[in-house]
Nanobody
Framework: VQLEESGGGLVQTGGSLRLSCVASGTTFGTYALGWFRQAPGKEREFVAAISWSGAETKYADSVKDRLTISKGNAKNTVYLQMNGLKPEDSAVYYC???????????????????WGQGTQVTVSS
């Protein structure tokens, strides 16, 4: 499976960005898609996930009121709309896919994750 992210960049506090990810390959099937992020000196952390159908989502508590994950018309595309950005949102954002449903993302149940190369998001204060 290949995951290609786009949409990162530099934005001021309170601004918005939309990240996109396109998944390709023959093995990802009907897996869930989602996003993690990693800031310098910190561990990679779960941000949001969405089921293949788009009916189920899960968010990290720190982002649920500001970020929205959605699927494109093509099921292999996922978006992360980020509003009200804060400096602490600055990180490399990684698109990911995993066979478990969104409810298991960010837990020890998540063991077979495939990753994209990441896209940098920088929020200036």
């Amino acid at each position: 499976v290949q995951l290609e992210e786009s949409g990162g960049g530099l934005v001021q506090t309170g601004g918005s960005l939309r990240l996109s990810c396109v998944a390709s390959g023959t093995t990802f099937g009907t897996y869930a898609l989602g996003w993690f992020r990693q800031a310098p000196g910190k561990e990679r952390e779960f941000v949001a996930a969405i089921s293949w159908s788009g009916a189920e989502t899960k968010y990290a508590d720190s982002v649920k009121d500001r970020l929205t994950i959605s699927k494109g018309n093509a099921k292999n595309t996922v978006y992360l709309q980020m509003n009200g950005l804060k400096p602490e949102d600055s990180a490399v954002y990684y698109c990911a896919t995993d066979p478990i449903p969104p409810g298991g993302w960010g837990t020890r149940s998540q063991r077979n994750t495939s990753w994209g190369q990441g896209t940098q998001v920088t929020v200036s204060s």
